[in-house]
């Protein structure tokens, strides 16, 4: 019987693990794959989770990220807004990050099992039992589901969002190119925006999200990247002249970004199990280390008992005051591009009025966390 059991071992799974284990609970993390892994991501991070990171021995100095702060926004005409971020941002494989966290989390004491899903989840008088598509058995007194985006656990707790397909795609590949090290480009597209930036090991990252239309309409990831994405001149010649690392892309769907519950079932959300920021804001990552943060300082302020319904309030109520607005104001973000007539008017009303842009920056981004 472990204090806290997590399902799923992302960013915010393995954060909790680490504060949660250093402050002596016995925590065990469950992942379903075996880092390390790729996984569909833009891999930029803002820089607004760096203090926190380094607070916590977290920060990953040692595999050299890439800093960013330059922005690049192209309309699919090739028409280009250029910004400085603030605050900036560090560009690093999940491949490398996630397994160097998963290290962290270890050594804070936390036990991390790999290449176990979590089918069904199941309350009993003292905690919960979650079982593995193997038959295995996980009991804990708290259960913190950080299953990211959408789970087979989601399905079988019925939570609300998941009887309603969503139409986006996620695609990455890992390349080489010519690219400015300090920059992050975001390329619009048909129904779509492809991110590329650096990150470690001289290679960059190029992820992108559209509609599953597109794919349907065009056959194959390689036909619809040729007739829509290739219309961007900036996308079609990162595509033809760039080197591909990978044998086949990551590709993931039914990508929501509605608004989600905090809890079901007793069980505790965090990261984007509890909500999504649309990528095109680039910090869904530093939402869910700050929302590991939020839920482990509430649970360690209740380590005695673990008393789930005082857990909650509070978190509940540091989550909505921190984030609601944030991921408002990032779908309505993500409405204004997509279409190529709205991208290119968004585009050019913005470098009419910049501030107007570092507005929109500073309202998807958070203040910076220690
Ligand atoms: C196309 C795209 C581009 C993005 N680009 C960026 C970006 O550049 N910058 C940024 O900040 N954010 C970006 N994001 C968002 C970012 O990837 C997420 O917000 C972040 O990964 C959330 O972390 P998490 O820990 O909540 O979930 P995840 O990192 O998704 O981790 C969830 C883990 O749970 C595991 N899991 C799921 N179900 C089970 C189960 N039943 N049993 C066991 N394990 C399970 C999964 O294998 C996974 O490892 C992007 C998202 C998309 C879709």
Redesign the pocket.
Known sequence: MYDILI????????ISARLLALEGLSVAV????VYPFH????????NEVKPFLESIDCFPHALQPTSIDKLTVTAPSGFSLHAKLDMGAFGIS?YAF?NFLKMRAEEAGATVVEG????TVQQTEDGFICT?LSHQTYRGKLLIG????R???DKQLQRSFIHQRSP?I???YHIRTTHPDDLIALHNFQDGYC?I?KVENDTY?L???TTRENLRKYGSITKMEEAILYQNPFLKKLFTESEFLFQAPEV?NE?SFDAKSLSDQQVIF????AG??A?LC???????IHSAKLLSENILLHKDTLDENKILKHYKKEWNATFKQRLWIGRTVQKLFGRNSTTEISLRILSYFPFLLRWIISKTHGDIIQ
Not at 7 to 14: E, N
């Open positions: 399902i799923g071992g992302g960013l915010s799974g393995l469950i992942e379903k794959n996984r569909v991501c833009g891999e930029y991070i803002s999940r996630d176990e899903q979590i089918g593995s950080a299953q990211g985006k789970s087979l656990i986006y996620g695609i990455k991110g930036s990252c992820c992108y999200l993931i990508i965090c990261g984007d199990a999504m920021i990528p680039g910090n869904g990552m530093a939402m869910a």
